[in-house]
């Protein structure tokens, strides 16, 4: 895994030391992603440079170092991902009569764009990845992201010149580049807790979405995103060609979970994964181990808290399966630590809490490997999220209730707190059967509550998925703008639950979780790999009727038949916990002070970006113990300390 960065500056006015210069600048900002090498590539007569830093994992050799000539010479590639099929690429350009100076899949890569195209290729690539590819005879640049967007790409225009990095702070290496924030996109930060696609914190800065490609010509000019794969399709394509017999789909999904974690195990240096205990993860341990000659390097983080703790439960998995499993119980005060850490880890506003426990379960990793394979998309594919299961459910059943007498019953849920519903349900739990118990039912109740209180489920839907639930009042002179999800409508043909899953599947998944985890893992020089996420895999998941992904009222039904053809059920039936941390209890506490200083209003009003009063309202509310406003108000903190970090930076530069 690496980093990428690079410009192009139509002006065509600088040495060739200045442009070497400059994208070695600005590829030293992403030395965490790639401390092992690190080179650039410039062609000062197309003001184009390009700069990279090499996390080493396929072929350690010098033969793998970047940007990479191809063999023609035509094309130059600075390159941040796996390709994970490129062995049964390679062997078929070599039948063809390709030559090749090393084995690293980035020189497979090239050699198969200049063979078979561009478009083509990432067809047939199976990875992740996120590239840009100069052609030296056409003189147009490349940027490409892979299928369900595992890896970064941010790219901008500022003046005539042309930006991209792997992170942020890359294109605020360059000297043209201009922070202006962007106020619709933090309008959207606030509904979602993350930036979505294509927007980011900057005016003028874009994601490159999933599955495109964007074309920047010499004289600077883009492209909009071209889609070379479209889950859209995928999924359509699926529906329209369902399984029908479960034995068989069960023994077809594990031949190809089994190929995919085979294809994600191979690499030059140590191998392990992360283990929750959970479905997923227990999925991908479960098919590494099968296919492993030795005990799996697996890794848990565990917590004091049961709430937040499935540290046994995983260990539990590991002894069955016979990993070398090593787990780590952390203190509020080791989670805390990693707070300050936050604004540089993810460069624009993030604020899923669980970026805490999956940077501290990726540091515990880290000291034993440098690869490690993960368990996301199983919920987006299979139907793991309590809004797959609620919310027909809740519509069917309340569908008969007029609006108001449904969004009054919502209301009654939140008379009480969630601290206040757990203990109400700890005192009655012993009366309830074990089938039956659940974990955090003050969270599920709040949940519930705004479920109720939507009027049909994309209504509903939208309010599970946002924390402010009217975001542009907070944010002083904002709108929000379009976004995936907003061109996704529901069509005719897909039921409520098909269409949350496949808006979770190219909104959530890639601005959320694999954010998440690329940011916490690539921070600690680690490469996370995702088999849930082989394209192959998405596209049988489209097939897979939805009676066999819900069933008894339970999510994933046809991947648990898989798993527990290698774990005892006993092992994984339990309430779904989630990855997570008691904001709410340690903004009472610990981090009063510090969020306090965040929020005073005095400080908002001079910033100018929130009105301060609705921000006062909850947080004083939670502090009184009348509202659970913990992730509302994490959202602005987090901002608030990003905000803080770069105007420390700024002074640094001589910029402000």
Partial sequence: MCGIA?????????????????AQRMAGTLRHRGPDDAGTWCDPDAGIALGHRRLSI????????????????????????????????????????QKFRGGSDTEVALASIERWGLGRSVSRFNGMFAFALWDRETRTLHLVRDRLGEKPLYYGRFGRTFVFGSEL?????????????????????????CVPAPWSIYEGVRKLPPASIVTVSCDGSISEPVLYWSAREAVGAGMADPVTDAHDAAAELEALLRDAVALRMVADVPLGAFLSGGVDSSTVVALMQAQSAQPVRTFTIGTHDARFNEAAEARAVATHLGTDHTELYVTPRDAEAVIPRIPSLYDEPFSDSSQIPTFLVSELARR??????????????????????????????TGWMPGALRRAAGRGLRVLQPDTWDSVYRAVAPMVPGKLRARMV??????????LGGDGPEEMYRSLTSHWKNPAAVVLGSWEPPTAASANGRSRESGYVEWMMYLDMVTYLPDDPLTKLDRATMALSLEARVPLLDHRVVEFAGRIPLQMKIRDGQGKWLLRRVLYRYVPPALIERPKIGFGVPIGEWLRGSLREWASSLLDPARLRAEGYFD??????????????????????????????????QDAKALVAGRA
């Fill in 6 to 22: 690079g410009f192009l500056d139509p002006s065509r006015a600088s040495s060739p030391d200045d442009l070497s210069a400059l």
């Fill in 58 to 97: 396929i072929d350690l050799s010098a033969e793998g170092h970047q940007p990479m000539l191809s063999a023609s010479g035509r094309y130059v590639i600075t390159y941040n991902g796996e390709i994970y099929n490129f062995p049964a690429l390679r062997k078929e350009l070599e039948g063809a009569g």
């Fill in 169 to 193: 702070k890359a294109l605020r290496a360059h000297p043209a580049f201009r922070g202006e924030i962007d106020r619709g996109a933090l309008a959207l930060y606030l509904r979602h807790n």
């Fill in 368 to 397: 034993n490997v440098t690869v490690s394979l993960s368990g996301e998309g199983g919920d987006e594919l299979f139907a793991g999220y309590n809004r797959h299961l609620w919310v027909r459910k809740v519509h069917r059943g």
């Fill in 442 to 451: 003050g969270d599920k109740l709040l949940k519930l509550s705004e479920v």
């Fill in 612 to 645: 301060p009063a609705p921000i006062r309202r909850k947080w004083t509310e939670h502090l009184a113990g009348r509202g659970n406003w913990q992730y509302d108000l994490w959202d602005v903190l987090v901002f608030q300390a990003w905000l803080e970090c």
